[in-house]
């Protein structure tokens, strides 16, 4: 196994992301992406909880042809985005204690730095699961989250940004992080258009 076929996303967080798709796509929708690209081994919602393997990097990119080649470029962005935003209950059932989102210090926070906070929490335990670092910048405006080698966009070629699952779970995560209200969340940089990282930026100023 050479060394793009070792990377790979932990079994937490694989769970996390498959939560989301059966939360948007149905058991049935969910079993058919997984026999498009290979991955007989997650059909069946039983497999799930059974199954305590990682998906690799290779079989994301994999799932990411096999949504276009069943809903469609534009389909496909949609479904990626919406399970994304699916996947923060789960993603927060596991790691939400952990991460200190619950603590009274961290939910009485400012606004502004309680968002800032949020943002870099969430990077630090994403990162961990997928094995890279994410890394957290204020800018005019806006704070920006970058990604060197993104599991979700790995080995893929587009003219457009691909990493549509990422911003769906940032959308929900922030308006859950503020009682609702809703934040630009744009991927402004992808590895797949041939940019040295995945940049996804978050506007500071809520659009509600």
């Not at 699961?129 to 704070?143: D, S, Y």
């Amino acid at each position: 196994m050479n060394h793009e076929e070792k990377l790979q996303v932990s079994a937490s967080m694989t769970h996390i992301i498959i939560r989301g798709m059966q939360e948007y796509l149905g058991q049935s929708g969910t079993d058919q992406l997984f026999e498009c690209c290979g991955l007989t081994r997650f059909t069946g919602s039983g497999q799930l909880v059974e199954n305590r393997s990682g998906l690799r990097y290779t079989e994301i990119q994999a799932m990411q042809q096999a949504l276009e080649d069943i809903y469609g470029a534009q389909g496909a962005r949609g479904a990626a985005m919406r399970s994304g935003r699916s996947a923060l209950c789960y993603f927060l059932k596991v790691y939400g204690e952990s991460a200190g989102f619950n603590e009274l210090d961290f939910r009485l926070l400012p606004p502004r730095r309680r968002v800032q906070v949020g943002l870099e929490r969430l990077a630090q335990v994403i990162g961990g699961e997928i094995g890279q670092t994410i890394h957290v910048q204020t800018v005019e405006n806006a704070w920006t989250l970058q990604i060197e080698h993104c599991p979700e966009c790995w080995g893929m070629h587009s003219s457009n940004s691909v990493c549509y699952f990422t911003v769906g779970i940032l959308q929900e995560f922030l308006s859950w992080l503020s009682g609702g209200r809703v934040y630009l969340v744009e991927e402004t940089a992808c590895r797949a258009k041939g940019d040295p990282a995945c940049i996804i930026r978050v506007g500071k100023k809520t659009l509600d």
